[in-house]
């Protein structure tokens, strides 16, 4: 069946170090793939996304490449803040109807 | 600008009882969903909708009912509550046209413990 599995947190990093979070994924087909960003206390918001092999999604900083070789999706920032402390989900959408299979979510602290 | 509203915010329930939690949406998307956050799964999908008058089962619907009588709104119900339903639960909507390629834009959740 489809999944998504993300590299385990918590993730702790000072401000200003590189971010890479993995996410991989199992599907039939050729999903459109998602990083949404949750902040304390809120719901989840879209950071960024990609709907094809090669394409690089891209927002505030963060990119991600979507690999359909090695089925992979993972998100990378240059230089972190403080400010980018929250949790991170990766999540495919494989069908119409437009559901979401979702990982399992990263945590992200950043320290000044 | 409210986008996705969900109703109440808390709510403490003790086992066996009922209750409703709303969500609206104010941008006129056809799809709209209810998922639960437990700690370490990520978000689950309960029930979805595609529109007006339906719904569908989605992962964890067990435990849980949804009505969608108007497209703005859609209320999941809690017939009988039990302790493995306290959890944070959030709704989302989405336009429908190329549906695999729409995000979802997600309510602040509705945060529930059943005692």
């Known amino acids: 069946g489809n999944s998504v599995t993300q590299m385990e947190g918590p993730v702790t990093l000072s401000e200003e170090a590189f971010l890479t979070i993995n996410c991989t994924y199992t599907a039939t087909g050729y999903p459109s793939l998602f990083w949404y960003v949750q902040y304390p206390g809120e719901g989840l918001q879209l950071l960024l996304k990609a709907t094809k092999a090669d394409d690089k999604g891209s927002n505030k900083g963060f990119e991600a490449t979507y690999r359909k070789e090695t089925t992979s999706f993972h998100l990378e920032k240059g230089s972190v803040q403080v400010s980018d402390s929250a949790v991170y989900f990766c999540?495919?959408?494989?069908?119409?109807?437009?559901?979401?299979?979702f990982g399992q979510g990263t945590e992200l602290s950043v320290k000044p | 600008n409210a986008g996705v509203t969900q109703t109440p915010k808390f709510r403490v329930l003790k086992t066996g009882q009922s209750m409703t939690l709303l969500c609206a949406q104010d941008m006129n998307h056809e799809y709209m969903y209810w998922y639960r956050q437990d700690p370490g799964m990520g978000l689950r999908l309960i029930h979805y909708s595609v529109g007006e008058g339906t719904t569908a089962k989605g992962e964890v619907p067990d435990g849980y009912n949804v009505s969608r009588l108007k497209k703005q709104n859609f209320l999941l119900g809690l017939e009988s509550a039990a302790p493995s339903q306290t959890s944070v639960y959030f709704c989302a909507s989405s336009y429908s046209g190329g549906s695999r390629n729409q995000p979802q834009h997600f309510g602040d959740g509705t945060r529930l413990s059943i005692l």
């Open positions: 999540a495919l959408s494989y069908n119409q109807g437009g559901k979401l299979i």
